[in-house]
């Protein structure tokens, strides 16, 4: 099939020198690296999209005060806290 695509001028310089390097056609060189990114991206739309968790608010603890940071921490690493 004939198209006709616009290359980045840097895409089609690294095919190019690719092409050159591999002595192969330029034509069979863009086809493999398009082959390949294809690849690659119907495997990233298979992933689906990030896991993501809601924020649910938790409030204030009542007779905690939370102007106190060391406080808190001292509080937090006892035993008996919960």
């Known amino acids: 099939m004939r198209t006709t695509l616009t290359l980045d001028p840097d895409v089609a310089e690294r095919a190019r020198a690719d092409a050159a390097r591999l002595g192969r056609p ?10 390949v990114g294809l ?7 298979e992933q689906g999209r990030p896991y993501r968790t809601e924020a649910v ?26």
């Open 39 to 45: 690849e690659v991206l119907a495997q990233r739309s």
């Open 26 to 35: 330029f034509k069979e060189i863009v086809n493999e690296a398009m082959r």
């Open 57 to 82: 608010p938790m409030g204030l603890r009542e007779g905690l005060s939370y102007d106190d940071i060391g406080e808190l921490l001292v509080r937090a690493e006892t035993e008996d806290f919960r």
